[in-house]
Each structure stands twice: as structure tokens, then as C-alpha cells.
């Protein structure tokens, strides 16, 4: 199979007046976004809110991102569960979908050394029928070191990437320098969106960034100058892509300032599954003039809503006009 290049989209999942699964409204914004150019989607990741799905619900959104995909782009689909036999049943059923690969985060609640994060990933490559990502992402989970990968990557034929969200530039560095002789074919993702083209020019393959849910233009763009050599373009595209991942990474609650962000581009994501407080609600309120000013201008407006077809269906424009009634009612607009 071909190596994991490119921009692969960390799926929003967005959500209705009950706080299930938007079937359709997710349906819309995968084929939005694979027109907008990402090279792949991420399904059941941290910008996905994974630990905040049952375990049916999250095969239920692979199952329909897989659907409406239809093998137009490859699908790496988080695969994380919190014990090996999960994990792997996880990626039998993934892989009967038919993904391209799952990515696995090395343990989390317990802090692991590295012995035991390497029997971790080494029992479920032995048992997977799908190719596998390691998914370092030391602020929540075990830490996957250099030693680690490269044994993985030597002894585990399944195991044939990283995908690394610790932003740590020369870490990714000793990584590429040790793990490519061994394995040429091994593939190097960043999932910190702010070293982007950094990442890229070290060796990456790309990344699995979670602005390019709200902005994938943009991250295809930054993609494809920097893999062009066109430094001097791509460097002013980075400075505009860090702006607006810092706007919506330092201000809310994580994911929230990007599921702002993907509304902002005209699509009904919902209230994540974390309670919000008044005081957050207004944070995102008032982060929202600021995001749109970004947005704006970088050209990247709102998608037009379609009713009928593949777009919204009239129950979900009554959803909608009861939304924004509620919310005139809310702030005293409402109309007599």
C-alpha cells in the first residue's frame, strides 16, 4: 500500500438539538472538506472528541464517514480504546470498513515507561489485520520515545507510521533520522498545526491537523508551497495558519473554538458533549467577531446551506429556526 502523505482532517463530529450524531450535517461537511482538497480524514481523534463517544458511536461515525467517502481519499481512523482487546476489536471492525490505517494512542490514565508502552503497541500489531499509526501525544498519554518507534517500526511490519502532536521540532528530527534507514517507507505526521511547514521541510509527510477542519483550503495550501520549495509563500501562509490556530486552541475549552470555527464556515456543528458554563458561552461568544475577522481574511466564508438533495432536510431547517429562535429568546430579541 502507498505511504500516509498529506493533510489527513481530524473529523468535528457535529451534533443535533439532542446532542446525538448529525448524520447528514457530517455527511455534508466530508464532502465539503474533500472538495476543499485534504488528502485524507481522521476520524475518532482528539479534535473528535473520542473519549466522549460510546464505543458503538464511535464505529457508527466511522462507519458513516467510510459510507460517504467512498474511496475518493484514504480514512486513518482512531482506533484508541482504554485496553489491547478493545483496541483490537476496534480494528477488525475498522478494518471491514475498509480504512487505510487506524491510529492508536499509547496508553493513557496510567503513566507507562517505555518497556511498557512498546509490549503495548508489539501485542497489537501482532494481532491487527489493518495497518497501524502510533499516536504520541505526551500532554495526555504515555510518551512514545525515539527507542520505542524504531523498535516497532523494525520488529512490527504492520506498524508503518507516527503521527506526533507534541509540537517538538527536534524530536521529530531524531525520530526521522533514526526510524528512516530502517524502514524508508515509514511515514512521519505532525498533528501541531503551528509547525506545519517546519515539520514538512524536516522531513514530515504531513500532518493531521485539526485547523484544517475549519480552514482546509488554507492547510492544502501551506501544504503544497512548502512540498513545492516555494518557502517565501509558504511562510507568510503559516504565519496567517498560526494565527488562527492559536485563536481557536488558547481561547475556549479544546475542541470548542474549532467547532466555532467550522459554524463559522457555515456548518451546523452543534454543542460538543462538554457541559458549558455561562462564563464559557460568553468566552465563545466574544471570541467569535475575532475568529470571523481571521477567517475573512484569509477568503475562507461561510458554505451556503442547500435544502433537499445531500444538503439539509426540512427537519433539520426546523431545527435550525428553533436554534436561533431560542437563542433571540435568550438574549430578550426575541420577535412578539
Not at 140 to 159: G, K, N, Y
Not at 170 to 192: C, D, K, N, Q, Y
Not at 289 to 316: F, I, R, T, Y
Not at 318 to 326: C, R
Amino acid at each position: 500500500m502507498s505511504r500516509l502523505t498529506g493533510i489527513f482532517t481530524p473529523n468535528l463530529v457535529p451534533l443535533d438539538q439532542r446532542g446525538e450524531i448529525n448524520e447528514s450535517e457530517l455527511r455534508r461537511y466530508v464532502d465539503w472538506l474533500i472538495a476543499q482538497g485534504v488528502h485524507g480524514l481522521y476520524p475518532n481523534g482528539s479534535t473528535g472528541e473520542f473519549t466522549r463517544f460510546t464505543v458503538e458511536e464511535r464505529r457508527r461515525i466511522v462507519e458513516i464517514i467510510a459510507d460517504q467517502v467512498d474511496g475518493r481519499v484514504p480514512i486513518l481512523a482512531g482506533a484508541a480504546e482504554a485496553n489491547v482487546r478493545e483496541t483490537v476489536a476496534a480494528c477488525e471492525y475498522y478494518h471491514e470498513l475498509g480504512v487505510r490505517a487506524v491510529a492508536i494512542v499509547a496508553p493513557f490514565y496510567y503513566q507507562l515507561g517505555p518497556e511498557a508502552v512498546y509490549a503495548y503497541f508489539r501485542e497489537i500489531a501482532r494481532n491487527t489485520p489493518v495497518d497501524v499509526t502510533l499516536y504520541n501525544i505526551p500532554m495526555f498519554a504515555s510518551p512514545i520515545d525515539v527507542p520505542t518507534v524504531c523498535r516497532l517500526a523494525e520488529e512490527c511490519e504492520r506498524v508503518v507510521a507516527i503521527k506526533d502532536s507534541s509540537g517538538d521540532l527536534p524530536h521529530m528530527i531524531r525520530m526521522i533520522e533514526a526510524v528512516r534507514p530502517l524502514r524508508p517507507e515509514f511515514s512521519f505526521l505532525t498533528g501541531w498545526d503551528a509547525s506545519l511547514m517546519l515539520m514538512l521541510l524536516a522531513g514530515c509527510d504531513g500532518g493531521t491537523n485539526a485547523s484544517s477542519g475549519v480552514v482546509p483550503e488554507v492547510t492544502r495550501k501551506l501544504y503544497d508551497l512548502t512540498v513545492a520549495g516555494k518557502i517565501e509563500e509558504a511562510r507568510q501562509v503559516q504565519y496567517a495558519l498560526v494565527n488562527l490556530f492559536d485563536t481557536m486552541i488558547l481561547g475556549p475549552e479544546f475542541p470548542d473554538g474549532f467547532r466555532l470555527g467550522a459554524s463559522l464556515r457555515g456548518f451546523r456543528m452543534g454543542q460538543g458533549r462538554q457541559p458549558q458554563t455561562p462564563a464559557l458561552v460568553n468566552d465563545l461568544e466574544k471570541l467569535s467577531d475575532k475568529l470571523q475577522g481571521l477567517l475573512s481574511a484569509q477568503g475562507c466564508g461561510a458554505e451556503p446551506m442547500v435544502v433537499g438533495g445531500s444538503g439539509v432536510d426540512p427537519v433539520e431547517v426546523t431545527d435550525l429556526v428553533e436554534t436561533i429562535l431560542g437563542e433571540l429568546q435568550r438574549r430578550g430579541l426575541a420577535l412578539a
